[in-house]
């Protein structure tokens, strides 16, 4: 039972139900969950270019397509969804001009294509700024996968190259977007090229360790880091230096569960993690936009997550899983194809 609980389709789901919980309470790790997603993105990246991609005809082309086919179908129907909701509802903080700003085909490009999303001036899924983070990645993982895979680097030093561009990324103001965060991909990357296998007892000692300190802090004079909210206290300038640290103590379980089967229904928890993650905005949104006493908020809470899951389950079911489907079986078809090729040449 416990291997089937920590599957990696379940541990991405509840990752995503973190950010969510960050977006509708005080309690702020939805940071922590996008570092571990990133990390968790990084070695699924590397698993898949060398062990699929690479097989394929124009292997950096296919891989390019299906990537952005991966994400951009759905991330184009739930941001119509938040746009058509933001206009039902006619929000007052909407406004094409002050939206769009000065740059209207960047705004437009990006809400196509994702890339630049993270630095439009407002965003329709305020959540959807790390996948630009992840477009961007997408672009110059191959390289990484090469000099790891053909051990023109070690891991180690990945890694240790990688830290010191986040952190000189990070003085100089997060000029270079995927620069700050690029650590935490490459920290996937090289466990998966040295196939680090963490036993059990890392993972739970690490996951301990994350319950303790989280919980130490929330019942300690020191819990305004973690409990920011719309009104943050002094201490919330630690936050993400918080966020960080829990999240490089998370990477043993993260890389343990991408071992385990889990429930037979993993892999559909796995993509439900991509539509909770995006469709929560528009029931953030809502619950922003319908205040009330504490009782009606509990209420209101337990129906939007209720809500939310239930959506996101039937976008999953009719538009996400048949689109990757059909992904799936596109590159499966340009593996078969260039396999083909490869034996008629000889």
């Not at 409990?227 to 829990?246: D, E, K, Q, T, W």
């Not at 953030?284 to 209420?299: D, K, N, Q, V």
Request: aromatic fraction near 16%; charged fraction near 10%; proline fraction near 5%.
């Amino acid at each position: 039972m416990l291997k089937k609980i920590t599957g990696p389709g379940l541990f991405r789901l509840f990752l995503a139900l973190l950010v969510f919980m960050q977006h509708i309470s005080r309690f702020s790790v939805g940071s922590y969950a996008v570092y571990v997603f990133f990390c968790l993105s990084g070695f699924w990246i590397y698993k898949m270019y060398v062990g699929r991609y690479a097989f394929t005809r124009r292997p950096y082309f296919t891989y390019m397509v299906s990537r952005a086919w991966r994400l951009l179908p759905t991330f184009l129907l739930i941001s119509l969804l938040a746009l058509l909701y933001i206009f039902a509802e006619r929000l007052p903080e909407f406004n094409w001009q002050s939206w769009s700003g000065p740059n209207k085909a960047h705004f437009i490009l990006s809400n196509l294509f994702i890339l630049g999303y993270n630095s439009l001036q407002q965003k329709l899924l305020v959540p959807a700024w790390s996948l630009d983070i992840e477009m961007q990645f997408y672009l110059v993982a191959p390289l990484i996968v090469l000099l790891l895979a053909r051990r023109r680097v070690s891991p180690v030093w990945a890694i240790l190259m990688a830290a010191a561009i986040s952190l000189t990324c990070f003085l100089l103001g997060n000029q270079v977007e995927l620069g700050s965060y690029l650590v935490f991909f490459v920290i996937g990357m090289a466990a998966a090229s040295a196939d680090w296998r963490p036993s059990s007892g890392q993972a739970f000692a690490s996951l301990g360790v994350i319950a303790l300190l989280t919980a130490g802090c929330l019942v300690s004079p020191w819990r305004g880091i973690l409990l920011v909210g719309a009104h943050p206290g002094p201490l919330a300038v630690f936050s993400p230096r918080a966020n960080v640290i829990l999240a490089l103590l998370t990477v043993p379980y993260a890389i343990y569960t991408t071992g385990q089967k889990g429930f037979r229904a993993d892999g559909m928890f796995a993509d439900l993690s991509y539509v909770v993650y995006l469709f929560h905005w528009i029931a953030t949104m809502w619950i922003y936009e319908h205040p009330g006493r504490l009782a009606y908020r509990i209420t209101s809470l337990g129906v939007a997550c209720g809500l939310v899951l239930g959506f996101s389950f039937i976008i999953w079911k009719f538009y996400d899983h048949p689109i990757n489907r059909m992904r799936s079986r596109w590159v499966s078809g340009r593996k078969k194809n260039a396999l083909a090729e490869s034996g008629s040449v000889h």
